[in-house]
């Protein structure tokens, strides 16, 4: 896949499926705890399975969910570093790769130096221009599923349901 394929392909999809399920696992836990909170939702009866909420159980049921977000957040982190990580590697194999295909091609050093340098100017262009915007677009990706869990977490804790 040649460089400008792979910045394409970054640009389009960021990030790759296991992190968009953890993504959508924190964001969907999260959107409980903010329902519980917010609007007051407490189960005290889950008939289908005839289990009744004690004010113990809803209190232990908050804990549980506080530990799922902070859960979720904290795998969703981890991916997303993996992915930024992997980014990083990948761009740095293209270069090493295509500088030593240009040098191989180029046995006068002075030739190949030249044809180098043009080649890693245009990869920094290339590099400079796509990375913007994925991080750009990460940042979002990122940072409102993190905030939204942080919200849900602090309003949990502070529903008065858990003991901090």
């Not at 968009?20 to 008939?47: C, F, H, Q």
Request: charged share 20%; proline share 2%; net charge neutral.
């Amino acid at each position: 896949m040649s460089e400008t394929n792979h910045f394409s392909e970054r640009l389009r999809e960021p990030l790759n499926e296991t992190t968009r399920k953890s993504r959508r696992n924190l964001m969907a836990a999260s959107v409980v705890g903010v329902i519980i909170t917010d609007v007051g939702l407490v189960p005290t009866k889950i008939s289908a399975f005839g289990v009744e909420f004690t004010s113990s159980n809803q209190q232990a049921l908050i804990t549980l969910l506080v530990a799922a977000v902070g859960y979720f957040a904290i795998s969703f982190l981890v991916y997303i570093f993996s992915e930024l990580e992997a980014w990083r590697i990948v761009i740095a194999s293209k270069r090493i790769d295509q500088m030593s295909d240009a040098s191989e091609k180029h046995n006068d050093r002075a030739t190949g130096f030249l044809h180098m340098d043009i080649f890693q100017r245009n990869i920094e262009n290339i590099y400079i221009k796509s990375e913007r915007t994925f991080y750009a677009r990460l940042a979002i990706e990122l940072a409102i599923p993190l905030v939204f869990a942080c919200y849900s977490i602090h309003a949990l804790l502070s529903a008065g349901f858990c003991s901090t």
